[in-house]
């Protein structure tokens, strides 16, 4: 840990804990120590000469330095106190009225809520890291879903323009290439949503003819209606 003012009799005298200890004796030692090593905890004193110990605390990060930092103040006030914690510190102690029991329990709070501080951004790079994970799976597995399908659109459509293919032919062939453009338009939203979760996309908003949807529904579900013996009728009042 690290101190500004001696505290190391009080430490000492917490059970079940065994404390090392280093000294800075000036603001510029200190804030070169802290910034160049990681310890468990840095008691910093706010009073260092003309310069402040929230200062240190500033410069270093707040709560992203490496180390953790509990505030130590001659003259505790609401304004201080709200500074401190706005800067970046764990805790905030009177240097006057600090007892072991107290000074322990700044200790183990401090270390706790830095612990799961810690957990809690492992867990959201993990997210985020399985997210893009996600999304790139999905990216490829669209564009890999398209080659086959551009193929049974592609001679669907020739089947249908054949005139020498008997009429049903044909209708089964612009059932095909229906059905083809449906799961093509579903695999672009499908692109559209990976490219949304990676932050690569924007809202446009457009009309869209419920109408032709309304027509378009009916052949899709053709053959598994027939087989269970249902009849679709699509009506529009548009």
Not at 54 to 60: A, G, H, K, T
Not at 87 to 96: H, I, N, R, S, W
Not at 121 to 145: G, P, V
Request: proline share 4%; hydrophobic share 40%.
């Amino acid at each position: 840990s690290v101190v500004y003012k001696r505290r190391g009799g009080m430490l000492k005298r917490i059970p079940d804990c065994n404390f090392s200890f280093q000294w800075a004796k000036s603001f510029e030692e200190g804030e070169t120590l802290l910034a160049g090593q990681t310890f468990d905890i840095a008691f910093i004193d706010n009073a260092i000469g003309i310069r402040s110990g929230i200062d240190i605390v500033r410069n270093l990060g707040g709560r992203s330095a490496a180390t953790p930092m509990v505030m130590l103040t001659g003259s505790g006030t609401h304004t201080l106190d709200c500074e401190a914690m706005d800067a970046g510190v764990y805790d905030f102690l009177e240097k006057g009225s600090i007892s072991t029991e107290e000074l322990e329990r700044s200790i183990r709070y401090t270390l706790n809520t830095r612990q799961l501080e810690q957990e809690l951004q492992e867990a959201k790079d993990a997210a985020i890291k399985a997210d893009h994970a996600k999304a790139h799976f999905l990216a490829h597995l669209s564009h890999d879903l398209r080659t086959p399908l551009n193929t049974i659109a592609g001679f669907s459509e020739m089947i249908s323009r054949n005139q020498e293919n008997l009429p049903d032919s044909r209708q089964y062939a612009t059932q095909i290439l229906s059905s083809a453009k449906h799961l093509d338009d579903m695999i672009e939203d499908l692109l559209a949503l990976t490219n949304f979760d990676l932050q690569k996309t924007e809202s446009i908003l457009r009309p869209y003819f419920l109408k032709a949807l309304i027509e378009e529904a009916p052949p899709l579900t053709q053959g598994p209606a027939q087989a269970r013996q249902v009849q679709i009728k699509p009506r529009t009042s548009v």
